[in-house]
């Protein structure tokens, strides 16, 4: 296991909507949520930016804020490419950036990229044997750079504890964090995301809730999660069932979120990165960053 040494907080702020905003707005963003207070900023990799560069931009307008991938995906480039992309970006902002590397999802990788996604869970043991191997000649930076695997089950779980610094579970009720500790043991970073609505009203916060949950409930990927956690498939159809949104997604007043924010730490979260939910998928939503950040005791 790579000693995990990043901090993060206890608290960040995971975003994919910057992807549709220009970089100077993405920068911009990026220094309000280390002005507020938040350790890290978590960006996905899909059909936006290229994600390396992505957190270069972010990092170079910022000073103290982490910036990790959420994640990388490890089919959009060989082992030596990627090795070299984290030891170049850890080299220019030391001990400010974390990969967070992942298998990602069948068709983003084999229709969009048009690669092969089979034996994800040994490819990406192969995958890290290659990084660790792989030649870079570069001056690199102190303190080491720092990975973590996107993980659900347990087998990737294991794999995050003994081969890096930990693990990135995405769309995942506190029960799971609990597994996830209890799979990993104390010592890996366990770095969990938490979608949240800021509504109380149950109606429209779920259809919220949905519309942001329906690219994520039909993967096979969390689907396999959310079966092993005891949801049925009923669950899991028509958008998913009241008990499998609620489950996910809290929602409610500041206090219901910072509740469920706390049921992960309690749950053996080190770290919890929040993803601010809105009706439009393409909403900066820095005023309830700034609302979080105030209720966290953060500024």
């Not at 911009?28 to 978590?42: N, R, S």
Request: proline content about 7%; overall charge negative; aromatic content about 8%.
């Amino acid at each position: 296991m790579q000693s995990p040494h990043i901090d993060l907080g206890p608290y960040g702020i995971w975003t994919g909507a910057f992807g549709v905003q220009p970089s100077s707005m993405a920068r911009e963003c990026a220094a309000e949520v280390e002005e507020l207070g938040f350790g890290a900023l978590w960006i996905p990799e899909t059909v936006f930016r290229e994600v390396f560069l992505e957190a270069l931009i972010l990092l170079e307008g910022t000073a103290t804020l982490k910036v990790a991938t959420g994640i990388a995906n490890r089919y959009a480039r060989d082992a030596l490419t990627t090795n070299a992309a984290m030891q170049t970006i850890n080299e220019a902002h030391p001990g400010r950036f974390l990969l967070g590397l992942g298998v990602s999802h069948a068709h983003l990788v084999a229709g969009v990229r048009k690669h092969p996604y089979d034996k994800p869970f040994s490819g990406m043991v192969d995958y890290l044997d290659r990084m660790e191997k792989a030649r870079f000649f570069a001056p690199k930076g102190e303190p080491p750079a720092q990975m973590v695997l996107a993980a659900l089950g347990p087998r990737m779980l294991r794999l995050a504890a003994e081969r890096t610094a930990g693990a990135h579970p995405y769309f995942v009720p506190p029960e799971h964090t609990a597994f996830a500790r209890d799979t990993m043991g104390p010592a890996p970073l366990l770095a969990v995301e938490q979608m949240v609505v800021l509504d109380p009203d149950p109606t429209t916060a779920r259809e919220t809730a949905r519309a942001h949950m329906a690219a994520y409930i039909g993967l096979p990927n969390y689907a396999n999660n959310l079966l092993r956690l005891g949801f049925t498939e009923d669950d899991l159809t028509d958008g998913g069932s009241d008990r499998v949104v609620d489950a996910v997604v809290a929602w409610g007043t500041i206090d219901d979120v910072l509740a469920r924010v706390q049921a992960h730490r309690d749950a053996g979260a080190d770290h919890v990165c929040i993803q601010v939910l809105d009706a439009d998928l393409a909403h900066l939503p820095r005023a309830e960053w700034r609302r979080l950040s105030q209720a966290l005791g953060l500024s």
